[in-house]
């Protein structure tokens, strides 16, 4: 079954507005105004409100009563959570793929892990950890698994943009070389561990504010 134009509108919006909460381009906290952002995409108030849902949905909005819809804000907390739900489900995943891991797949991880270690911006190093897990994850065929998986990447990849936004470091990622070492070795268990605890490795960055210095968290894994 199709989409209607009208979902298809929705969808497109949403990942719009995703992708602009996700990068930064619009901060926690600011409204999400309908009249402006249907004028923007030339539609109804119809499709702008579905794709209000979708952000409830994915969590990087949030409706309040009397004050409309807002980009979500996070905190350490939140952080940890997804750090935690990553380890469990990119576990879980890891398991299912190992059967399905070729050679071929290992190679693409690692050179995605030697196109991170090359990165001078935080955006292409987050695109190449991303491609990483996507390569030795994808393999297990549990669509809504990987689905969910996704939807936490992007919620990583939001925390990691806030505090690195600038005077992102080059770094050298060993935990993905000892998984793939694992992995190529028949380690499922070690591969396993390893992966887990990679995902919940949480860096902690000073950031300058109009009313002075705050402290940002996110996952650098």
């Known amino acids: 079954m199709s989409e209607s134009p009208r979902e298809t509108i929705a969808v497109r919006i949403s990942k719009v507005l995703a992708e602009r909460i996700i990068s930064g381009a619009i901060d926690p906290g600011t409204r999400l105004r309908q009249d402006h952002i249907a004028e923007e995409f030339q539609t109804s108030h119809v499709p702008v409100r579905e794709a209000f849902r979708r952000l409830e949905a994915q969590g990087l909005a949030v409706s309040e009563p009397r004050r409309g819809v807002r980009v979500a804000a996070f905190d350490l907390g939140e952080v940890k959570e997804v750090a935690e739900m990553r380890a469990a489900l990119e576990v879980l995943a890891l398991r299912h793929a190992v059967p399905h891991l070729t050679p071929a797949i290992l190679d693409l991880a690692e050179e995605a892990t030697r196109a991170g270690d090359r990165s ?7 695109e190449a950890n991303r491609a990483f897990h996507r390569l030795i994850l994808s393999p297990c065929a ?37 998984i793939l070492a694992a992995l190529r070795q028949g380690n499922v268990d070690s591969a396993a561990a390893t992966l887990g605890r990679h995902v919940q490795w949480i860096g902690r960055k000073p950031i300058r504010t109009s009313s002075g210095t705050r402290e940002a968290f996110a996952i650098v894994g």
């Open 142 to 178: 549990m669509p809504r698994l990987l689905s969910t998986i996704d939807d936490l990447h992007a919620a990583s990849a939001r925390f990691l943009f806030a505090a690195w936004r600038s005077e992102w470091e080059t770094r050298t990622d060993q935990d993905h070389r000892v």
């Open 120 to 126: 001078r911006d935080v955006r292409s190093w987050e």
